[in-house]
């Protein structure tokens, strides 16, 4: 993990107090951050934030795929879940550009 102070520019963000799955419903609990930033500033916040984020290197051991291990899970995959481990985030990229031309895209309607 982290330090907030280690990154100059961070954002802010709630720690992770609990997680649990209620009726098939993921949930977080997240310590609560008093909303400071003015409605006028908060989008330039967000894209500074979006801009630092790509730059924060991976944890050491970090991997793709369930949080418990296993493989990445998303409604992309057929069942819900990856058909292997992807061992870097270009391992994922060229795994998709294999899989993207089997995708069927309609066009969209003339209106």
Not at 14 to 23: A, I, L, N, S
Request: proline share 10%; glycine share 6%; charged share 15%.
């Amino acid at each position: 993990m982290y330090s907030v102070n280690a990154y100059t520019g961070a954002p802010r963000v709630p720690k992770v107090v609990d997680y649990f799955v209620e009726h098939q419903i993921a949930c977080f609990i997240m310590e609560h951050i008093d909303a400071t930033t003015p409605a006028d500033n908060a989008y330039k916040q967000v894209a500074d934030a979006l801009q630092w984020l790509p730059n924060v290197p991976a944890p050491t051991g970090a991997k793709i795929g369930s949080v418990g291990g296993g493989p990445a899970r998303h409604r992309l995959f057929k069942d819900f879940e990856a058909p292997l481990l992807f061992t870097s985030n270009e391992a994922l990229h060229n795994y998709m550009n294999e899989v993207t031309p089997l995708f069927y895209f309609p066009e969209p309607a003339n209106t």
